[in-house]
């Protein structure tokens, strides 16, 4: 039988591995990615505690497809905001957008 | 080992170097491809965990339409990043830190909980995780409001995604 804890760290994982690439990369759109992969993590999380958990609910699963539209409305603003920058500024990287920044 | 099992370690590995090479890739659309991979990957972890309507919905919202607008995404602003050059900026030392320790003391925490003793529930027959998932989400005992509230949520980003996109 595949424990619990096995799904658990596997996600943990993922997450961190999307954290690292949020944090790292220079690329918006690579920072998008990372997103994508940390959102994924926490899907694992939430179908495994309701496979494990009390089947008669099913939250977990209805808060993945929450998640699920989420996700697209994110990378959708997301890559619509870069595109416009690109049209712009012609970058894409996140530390020469500093317009705002004080 | 049972055959699931060994499955389960299959996916689980495939998936984790996919996401590394996603997020170390100095090419982008090698990564977007790497991102595919790791989304089946994913994908395959939901058909394990028996959810096998949110596995489809995985290939076919993720990697059908998330995957591809950002392929689309990278393609249209391949010129201002050069593939060869360094991608990550001069902190990721510290993200790689904080990664491995957030990685590590998540795995602490979860192999001193009690979550490696929870027994798997038997899916009985007649129950169909499938119709309980489409009932609750229009019930109005159950999740309605947030299913509604995502519908509001995805056609607001689409508009906003359009007039953020559009020329002048």
Do not use: C
Not at chain 2, 145 to 162: D, H, K, R
Request: neutral net charge.
């Amino acid at each position: 039988m595949i424990s619990l804890s096995w799904y658990l760290i596997f996600a943990a994982a993922l997450f961190s591995i999307g954290l690292y690439g949020v944090l790292a990369r220079k690329n918006a759109i690579a920072i998008l990615m990372g997103i994508e992969l940390m959102l994924n993590a926490v899907n694992i999380n939430l179908v495994a505690f309701w496979r494990y958990g009390d089947l008669a609910r099913i939250a977990g699963q209805a808060f993945a497809v929450i998640v699920f539209a989420v996700a697209a409305a994110e990378v959708a603003v997301g890559l619509a905001l870069v595109i416009s920058i690109y049209r712009r500024r012609n970058t894409v990287a996140a530390e020469e957008i500093d317009l705002m920044k004080w | 080992m049972s055959g699931l099992e060994i499955f389960f370690l299959v996916v689980a590995v495939v998936t984790l170097v996919a996401a590394l090479l996603v997020v170390t890739t100095p090419n982008l659309v090698h990564a977007a491809l790497w991102l595919i991979l790791a989304l089946f990957g994913v994908a395959a972890t939901f058909v394990l965990l028996n959810a096998t309507f949110l596995a489809v919905v995985q290939v076919v919202v993720y990697i059908g339409a998330i995957a591809v607008l950002m392929i689309f995404a990278i393609m249209l602003t391949r010129r201002v990043m050069k593939d060869s050059g360094p991608q990550t900026n001069s902190n990721w030392v510290w993200a790689a830190l904080l990664g491995l320790a957030l990685f590590g003391g998540l795995t602490f925490v979860l192999l001193h909980s009690d979550a490696a003793g929870v027994s798997l529930p038997a899916l009985s027959a007649h129950a169909d995780p499938l119709a309980q998932l489409g009932q609750e989400l229009v019930s109005p005992n159950a999740y309605v409001i947030p299913f509604e509230l995502a519908s509001v949520l995805l056609l607001a980003a689409m508009i906003g995604a359009i007039v953020v996109a559009w020329k002048n």
